[in-house]
């Protein structure tokens, strides 16, 4: 497809992105920046808090079949947060300070 046929959803399918329900963590735009060259290429950055810039871009997930279906993640109890920070190999208050929003009190 043209990009005008993306931008115009013609797909059939789904678009999740970084920091939505179903994909919470807002660091993977790291991963998509850094394998598709984004800023070397577009020239679309991420800020410090990984808001792109300029604002009006987007960036996601393409999944193209016509049973794909939007989903959201439960609350992340403290054990798959411990989990998560270890694989991300970053420290527990970095990853609570990424998926607040979706930890669960406890």
């Known amino acids: 497809m043209s990009n005008e046929e993306l931008i115009k959803e013609n797909y059939k399918g789904i678009r999740p992105a970084p920091g939505y329900p179903a994909c919470p963590d807002h ?22 808090s990984m808001a792109m810039w300029p604002a009006s871009s987007v960036s996601g997930y393409y999944f193209a079949h ?4 939007y989903f959201g993640l439960g609350k992340i109890k403290r ?5 998560y920070a ?11 300070k990424w998926l607040r929003p979706n930890l669960a009190e406890e």
């Open 79 to 83: 054990d798959q947060l411990a989990s």
């Open 86 to 96: 270890t694989r991300r190999k970053c420290t527990i208050s970095e990853a609570e």
């Open 66 to 69: 016509p049973e794909a279906r």
């Open 27 to 48: 660091l993977e735009k790291n991963t998509i920046w850094d394998l598709l060259q984004v800023e070397q290429t577009l020239g679309v950055t991420l800020t410090e």
